[in-house]
T-cell receptor, first 113, second 117 residues
Framework: ELKVEQNPLFLSMQEGKNYTIYCNYS?????LYWYRQDPGKSLESLFV?????AVKQEGRLMASLDTKARLSTLHITAAVHDLSATYFC?????????????FGGGTRLMVKP | GAVVSQHPSWVICKSGTSVKIECRSL??????MFWYRQFPKQSLMLMAT?????????EQGVEKDKFLINHASLTLSTLTVTSAHPEDSSFYIC?????????????FGPGTRLLVL
């Protein structure tokens, strides 16, 4: 059974600081997704990582994938309050079949002014 | 970008009644749609995979007779919660897989919040 674990589960940080969220998964996969969820809302796609060594950046967020270590990271640079949300990683267990995604438990990020 | 809609966004119903939730891909065709359930402060749990023109594939522990899924067309899937009970109260999110382009990805609907009294 595929397991996807995120840590930390909860993160409170000051504006302007940096931090990294980790996503470990237990089986071979070379497709990993990061999503953002605001309270009461659905998921917003942030990054799609499709190969080992993939790195993508959007604003203050940067995601990377190491398929050998079965690890993805989401790095936050100089956090701002608007980044407060819950972040989920998800692993595609059956590529090519319309994505069977298994989600991590989520990391709730709170950025304090 | 690809847009997925859900209807209704909120529903409150009495115990024992059935509730239908629609999921539509607005500007693309989706041969596969997914239904998720999310309890408060928890992650998304896949309930079932819906393929156009065939029976849905349910995840372990999900009752197929309780959660009826119909994928009538390439742009519409419906989830019917039959004889709903308070424990079925949850946030139901659908997604649709887009095969266009290099990056195959799922696009998520805005979710339907169900409260069963």
């Amino acid at each position: 059974e595929l397991k996807v674990e995120q840590n930390p589960l909860f993160l409170s940080m000051q504006e302007g600081k940096n931090y990294t969220i980790y996503c470990n998964y237990s089986t071979t996969s070379d497709r990993l997704y990061w999503y953002r969820q605001d309270p009461g809302k659905s998921l917003e796609s942030l990054f799609v990582l499709l190969s080992n060594g993939a790195v993508k950046q959007e604003g203050r967020l940067m995601a990377s994938l190491d398929t050998k270590a079965r690890l993805s990271t989401l790095h936050i640079t100089a956090a701002v309050h608007d980044l407060s949300a819950t972040y989920f990683c998800a692993v595609d267990t059956l590529p090519g079949t319309g994505n069977m995604l298994t989600f991590g438990g989520g990391t709730r990020l709170m950025v304090k002014p | 970008g690809a847009v997925v809609s859900q209807h209704p966004s909120w529903v409150i119903c009495k115990s024992g009644t059935s509730v239908k939730i629609e999921c539509r891909s607005l500007d693309f065709q989706a041969t596969t749609m997914f239904w998720y359930r999310q309890f408060p402060k928890q992650s998304l749990m896949l309930m079932a995979t819906s393929n156009e023109g065939s029976k849905a594939t349910y995840e372990q522990g999900v009752e197929k007779d309780k959660f009826l899924i119909n994928h009538a067309s390439l742009t519409l899937s419906t989830l019917t919660v039959t004889s709903a009970h308070p424990e079925d109260s949850s946030f139901y999110i659908c997604s649709a897989a887009s095969m266009a382009g290099v990056e195959e990805t799922q696009y998520f609907g805005p979710g339907t919040r169900l409260l069963v009294l």
